[in-house]
């Protein structure tokens, strides 16, 4: 059975700070796919990022980054110089391909603060 | 091109009432999903439907809890006899016909918040 971790439930910055929110998983699929999703106070969920279990490179978006690590199944997600705008609740997701339709798993979420 | 449509967006019922949580998949997409957020928590899957057929329901609750997706008009997620621990936030996803070797990825809409008093 799948799931995902995110052992940190709660994480205050201050704003321009570098931030990393941990995400670990546990699947025995050799596909699968793995998500970010940003929540923010107003309490949509905002897509940010899939990969597939075959592409292990890393990723960079403006200030966000991802380090993708089959060897130790983690997911974690870097916000660089961060904003209070950046302000949510993240969760990271896993999806595996035998799994029905499109199901995803969600870890508990980290709420992330970043003060002024 | 509207996305995954739910309303009502907030939704306030009595202990003992009936909740009704409808939601309108994006234009094409065929299969929904359903999940639920408790308070402080991440999001829980519920169902899985594709039009007039229930895919996967292991994440729903064995009483009260039933879900549709006709061949016309939306999803519904329905909630009978509710009670406080209902409370919480239903988001509806949607996504294309799935095909082998594919991934498609879900569309959410903004969900629903149930608030039972």
């Known amino acids: 059975a799948q799931k995902v971790t995110q052992a940190q439930t709660e994480i205050s910055v201050v704003e321009k700070e570098d931030v990393t929110l941990d995400c670990v998983y546990e699947?025995?699929?050799?596909?699968?796919?793995l998500f970010w999703y940003k929540q923010p106070p107003s309490g949509e969920l905002v897509f940010l990022i899939r990969r597939n279990s075959f592409d292990e490179q890393n990723e960079i978006s403006g200030r966000y980054s991802w380090n993708f690590q089959k060897s130790t199944s983690s997911f974690n997600f870097t916000i660089t110089a961060s904003q209070v705008v950046d302000s949510a609740v993240y969760f990271c997701a896993l999806s595996e391909e035998e799994t029905s339709g499109s199901r995803l798993t969600f870890g508990e979420g980290t709420q992330l603060t970043v003060n002024p | 091109n509207a996305g995954v449509m739910q309303n009502p967006r907030h939704l306030v019922r009595r202990r003992g009432q009936e909740a009704r949580l409808r939601c309108s998949p994006m234009k094409g997409h065929s299969h929904v999903y359903w999940y639920r957020q408790l308070p402080e928590e991440g999001l829980k899957f519920m169902v899985y439907?594709?039009?007039?057929?229930?895919?996967?329901e292991s994440g729903m609750p064995k009483e009260r809890f039933s879900a549709e997706f006709p061949k016309e008009g939306p999803s519904i997620l329905r909630i009978q006899q509710v009670v406080r621990g209902d409370s919480a936030a239903y988001f509806c996803?949607?996504?294309?016909?799935?095909?082998?070797?594919?991934?498609?990825?879900?569309?959410f809409g903004n969900g629903t918040r149930l608030t039972v008093t």
């Open positions: 439907l594709q039009k007039e057929n229930i895919i996967d």
């Open positions: 699947t025995r699929d050799t596909t699968y796919y």
């Open positions: 996803a949607s996504s294309p016909l799935q095909r082998a070797g594919m991934y498609s990825p879900l569309h």
